[in-house]
């Protein structure tokens, strides 16, 4: 099994940052990717940024590419999402999700581990 638990989220103006942390804990020997998902409120859970565990290759949605960036520390096992010039749109509930599997890294169905989530909420 695999823990994770996401920190970082808050309350940020429009144009404002904020960086996100994940810390993995438990066997994550066997991980092959970490990223990102949100969910806002009626709306389904959207992918938003992963990255390959070993590779470290990162995936954005086209919503946050030249804004987030990931990232990650191997000696901490924990995964970073620094969001830049963010956007009231960009207000939900951000999950970390990891998996030890190869599939369609898009979707929320392919990652067996995943966070409580932290609420990120821009005002306008």
């Known amino acids: 099994q695999v823990q994770l638990v996401e920190s970082g989220g808050g309350l940020v103006q429009a144009g404002g940052s904020l960086r996100l942390s994940c810390a993995a804990s438990?066997?994550?020997?066997?991980?092959?990717?970490m990223g990102w998902f949100r969910q806002a409120p009626g709306k389904e859970r959207e992918f938003v940024a992963i990255?390959?565990?070993?590779?470290?290759?990162?995936y954005y949605a086209d919503s946050v590419k030249g804004r987030f960036t990931i990232s990650r520390d191997n000696a901490k096992n924990t995964v970073y999402l620094q969001m830049n010039s963010l956007k009231p749109e960009d207000t939900a509930v951000y999950y970390c999700?990891?998996?030890?599997?190869?599939?369609?890294?898009?979707?929320?169905?392919?990652?067996?581990?995943w966070g409580k989530g932290t609420q990120v909420t821009v005002s306008s």
């Open positions: 990255i390959r565990w070993r590779a470290g290759s990162t």
């Open positions: 438990g066997r994550t020997f066997g991980t092959v990717t």
């Open positions: 999700a990891a998996t030890d599997y190869s599939g369609n890294i898009y979707s929320p169905s392919s990652y067996n581990y």
